[in-house]
Structures are given as structure tokens and as C-alpha cells.
């Protein structure tokens, strides 16, 4: 049994859940205090991974992935390695495509801290980065921790655009959605069963924990 | 000494109107900005606080400039050094109440902090969130939190609306001695008569944005009295008019109950079923007719 699959999903959970919540909050915060016209722009960018198909994306991020493309280059230029085929290149595919995973919880949460909370902790002479710190996390933890447990969990899963940035190369990009299909193709049903029921069971704990999170996080606050 | 020239264009429910406000504010003065609801008296103490920004003005406190708009001066409230207390307390619920009071302390300081909570009697709910304490106790700790930074200047916000009679009572006497032990200036917007007797030094009462009257309290409701003295909340609607001998009987429906009341014969013959009648609580007398 090769687990390294699984190894692989894992990595490419926590590299992309991490790197969405450093940047998610601060464009959470942007999203949920400035009332600009253009956000209602950028929060529609954010939410199209929503609605397009993981190929359309995988297309376009191809374009700009690879060693000739804009972003493909400069990195070429930095790593000396290409984006696409390489773990680097899922993990940025896999944060674009989780974008509004993340972000959606993030500014709902953002926006029911009450103002005044926040107004209240400035007049006590705190800055607006300690006020988000000490006020403003802390109060929307369960909000936190959905969009953390709801971006692992849809990490897991990601195949689509995987597959077309990275394809399936062992060790590297082989996730075990992919390491699944890989196997169906094979006809090699006994692995795809085992990995299959691993992932199932793994995602369920992982919703079943927000549930349980939010009960406790809401009797908590009563 | 607080100077402040202050000018905000409001949206009012019967229109635009522009607020514009010049006081002058001695140290360890108790203010009490007093006005109906939408005069434009909330939106002058977030300026003060520096939550809104005005059109143009200029705020100096102790001879600090916090506010000048023709020199681009608007200090954040982080940097104004004030106490803020909101309406409903704005508590931080992820923090004890003694990390609440906490909080805005330049140095933590927990013997004040415990002194603070004993003067109040609070101390057996130092480690207490501030989800599990009374309307009281909220209010209480909302006030320890903004003394207990020692601000220049201590602005209070309709603090006491929120809470019954017999809460708001003691709590009044409790935010006077303190305020007067510390010597913070303080400036509170009410729309409640009970503030301005029990707590204010000086009165300033504001309509749509007009400054309508400043000076002691009693001065206030001595010159409201003398100017409009028809304006008593007390009337209602002539249901009946029965003529007995020499005077008239007359019953009134006031606004939950009904009212029977004699009246000499010249006055009554004035008044008609239907009319609109004011009364004046004192003593009793009758005042005035008003046509409908």
C-alpha cells in the first residue's frame, strides 16, 4: 500500500489552508470595512472558482503557470524550476481555487463583530492591527476556524485543477484523487476502494468537526 | 479647558441639517448635552471621540489640537486619549471583566484595577465574562474600563438609557463621585431630565444641530417652564361637557385614562366636545384651549 498519496493531499491541505488565511484576512478585512464599489467586483472575482469548471481555471492558470507564461517565468527565474508539474505549482492553483472558501466566512465574520466593539477598543488607545488581534479574531473565531476546516476539507478533494496543472506524477502531484483515478483506469479496484474509503471517511470527520465546533463555540458565547 | 468650533452636515428625518457647535468646556466640568433624539448630539460626541469627522472645525484640548481641518488635523481615537462609553457598554465577551478594564490601561495596573472593582463593588466578579452580568454590572465595568486609562476628557453616551429606574438611580450618584474624585472632564449626551439635575454642572441643549440654550441646570428648566408653559405632556380630548348648577363638569380622555373635572361656568362655556385641552400637573389648573 503506498501511502504517499496521501502524504502529498495532506501537504498540499496545509500549505494551501495556511496561505489562504494569511492572506485572507487581510483581504477579508478590506472586504468586510470598505464599501467601495469596485468590492463588489473583486468579491465576484473571488467567488468564480464557485461557479466555473476546475478545467477552465486549470486552463487559464496553464497559460500563466507555465515556464513562458507571466508568473511561470519569474519564478523560473527565481527557482530555477517550473511551476507546472510541481508541488509549488498545486499549491497555487489550489489556493486560487480555494479562494472563496476561505474568504466568504472570513468577511461574514468580519462583519458581525459589532462596530462598536471595535470603535470602543480604539477610544482605549489601541492601534487597528491590536484591535484586530485582541478584538475582532477572538470574536469571530467560529468564522475562522469554518473557513480553515471548510479550505482543508475542499483541498482534499480538489482534483480537477490538479490534474491540469500538475498531472499525476508520483511523489510530486499525485494527490490521492488523482492517485484514484489512476487506479480506477488500471482497473486496480482494490486500491481505489481503500483510498476512496480513507477520503470519505477523513472529509466527514473533517465537517463533522465544524459542526461540532459551532455548538461549542455557541453555547460558549450564551 | 476644551475649546471647540465644530461643523457636520446630518441627515435628519425631516431633511439635511447642518450641525454647528462652539463651546468652551473648563477642566473637571460635568457637560451634559441634552436633546431629543436625532439633534445631532451622538454624532458631536463621536467628533469629540474622533469616530466621525466634521465638515470643518476645530477641536484643542489642554491646548492639544485634535481636530483642525484647515491644517488636515484629525487625530484617530487611538491617539486622544479619552473614555468612550457606549450605550449598550460595547463589553469585549472574549475578555473577563478584569481583562476588560484592563485593556485600555497604558500600564497594566491590577492593584488599581482591584481598587476600581471594589469602589464599585464588583470584585467578586473580576473573573466573570461579561456575558453572564446584569444591565447594572455591565455599565459598572463600562465605566471602570474607560476611568481606569485616566483620559484627559471621559464621554459618555446615553449611558444610562439602557437600564430600569432603580438601576440607573445609584448609578448616576456613583458616576458623579467618581468623576468628581478623579476630576475628569466629562461630557455626556442624554435625553433624560434625571441626568441633567442629578449629574450636570453645565447644560447644553440641542435642536437639529442648534446649540438652543447653555448655562446651570436649573437656569434650564426655569426659563422652559416660563417660555412655554403649555407645553405640559398632559392633555387629552374633551369626551363630555355637563352644565350643574353654577360651573361645569367636563370629562377628559387622556392617553390611558379618563378624567372628570370641574370648571367655573365662564370657562366653560369656551370649550367645546372634541377640543384639545392641556392641563398643568401642579396644581391643577387650567390653562389653556387649543382649537382643533
Known amino acids: 500500500m503506498d501511502f504517499l498519496p496521501f502524504w502529498l493531499t495532506l501537504k498540499l491541505a496545509f500549505w494551501t489552508t495556511l496561505i489562504l488565511l494569511i492572506i485572507g484576512i487581510p483581504i477579508g478585512y478590506y472586504l468586510a470595512y470598505t464599501k467601495y464599489k469596485i468590492n463588489l467586483l473583486f468579491e465576484a472575482i473571488i467567488n468564480l472558482p464557485l461557479v466555473i469548471p476546475p478545467t477552465v481555471l486549470g486552463f487559464y492558470l496553464l497559460l500563466i503557470l507555465n515556464p513562458k507564461g507571466i508568473i511561470g517565468s519569474f519564478w523560473h527565474k527565481l527557482f530555477g524550476k517550473s511551476l507546472v508539474f510541481h508541488f509549488e505549482g498545486i499549491v497555487v492553483a489550489s489556493v486560487i481555487y480555494c479562494f472563496p472558501v476561505m474568504i466568504n466566512p472570513l468577511v461574514s465574520g468580519f462583519r458581525s463583530v459589532p462596530k462598536n466593539l471595535i470603535e470602543v477598543s480604539l477610544t482605549l488607545g489601541k492601534s487597528k492591527l491590536e484591535t484586530l488581534i485582541r478584538v475582532i479574531l477572538p470574536n469571530m473565531k467560529f468564522s475562522v476556524l469554518t473557513g480553515i476546516v471548510l479550505t482543508f476539507a475542499h483541498t482534499l478533494g480538489e482534483f480537477g485543477i490538479v490534474l491540469m496543472i500538475g498531472g499525476s506524477i508520483e511523489g510530486e502531484t499525485k494527490v490521492v484523487s488523482i492517485a484514484i483515478y489512476d487506479a480506477v483506469e488500471k482497473l486496480d479496484y482494490s486500491t481505489a476502494h481503500i483510498y476512496s474509503a480513507i477520503l470519505l471517511i477523513f472529509s466527514l470527520l473533517t465537517i463533522l468537526s465544524v459542526y461540532i465546533l459551532n455548538r461549542r463555540l455557541s453555547s460558549d458565547q450564551a | ?292
Open chain 2, 1 to 292: 479647558m476644551i475649546r471647540l468650533n465644530l461643523r457636520k452636515k446630518l441627515r435628519g428625518a425631516r431633511g439635511d441639517f447642518d450641525l454647528k457647535v462652539s463651546l468652551e468646556i473648563e477642566k473637571g466640568e460635568f457637560l451634559v448635552i441634552f436633546g431629543p433624539s436625532g439633534s445631532g448630539k451622538t454624532t458631536l460626541l463621536r467628533m469629540l471621540a474622533g469616530l466621525e469627522t466634521p465638515d470643518e472645525g476645530y477641536l484643542e484640548i489642554e491646548g492639544k489640537v485634535w481636530i483642525d481641518t484647515n491644517r488636515k488635523i484629525n487625530l484617530p481615537p487611538q491617539k486622544r486619549e479619552i473614555g468612550f462609553v457606549f450605550q449598550d457598554y460595547a463589553l469585549f465577551p472574549n475578555m473577563t471583566v478584569f481583562e476588560n478594564i484592563a485593556y485600555g490601561m497604558k500600564k497594566k495596573d491590577s492593584k488599581r484595577i482591584r481598587e476600581l472593582l471594589r469602589i464599585a463593588g464588583l470584585e467578586k466578579l473580576s473573573e466573570t465574562k461579561p456575558a453572564t452580568l446584569s444591565g447594572g454590572q455591565k455599565q459598572r465595568v463600562a465605566l471602570l474600563r474607560a476611568l481606569a486609562r485616566e483620559p484627559r476628557l471621559l464621554l459618555l453616551d446615553e449611558p444610562f438609557s439602557a437600564l430600569d429606574p432603580q438601576t440607573a438611580a445609584p448609578l448616576r450618584e456613583e458616576v458623579k463621585k467618581l468623576q468628581k474624585q478623579e476630576g475628569i472632564t466629562t461630557i455626556m449626551v442624554s435625553h433624560h431630565e434625571e441626568d441633567v439635575l442629578k449629574l450636570a454642572d453645565r447644560i447644553v441643549h440641542l435642536n437639529e444641530g442648534k446649540v438652543l440654550f447653555q448655562g446651570k441646570p436649573e437656569e434650564f428648566f426655569y426659563m422652559r417652564k416660563t417660555q412655554s408653559p403649555v407645553k405640559s405632556s398632559l392633555h387629552g380630548l374633551l369626551l363630555e361637557k355637563i352644565f350643574n348648577h353654577d360651573h361645569y363638569e367636563i370629562t377628559l380622555a387622556l392617553k390611558t385614562e379618563i378624567l372628570t373635572l370641574k370648571i367655573n361656568q365662564t370657562l366653560g362655556e369656551k370649550l367645546k366636545v372634541g377640543d384639545k385641552i392641556y392641563l398643568s400637573i401642579k396644581d391643577f389648573e387650567f390653562l389653556e384651549k387649543n382649537e382643533s
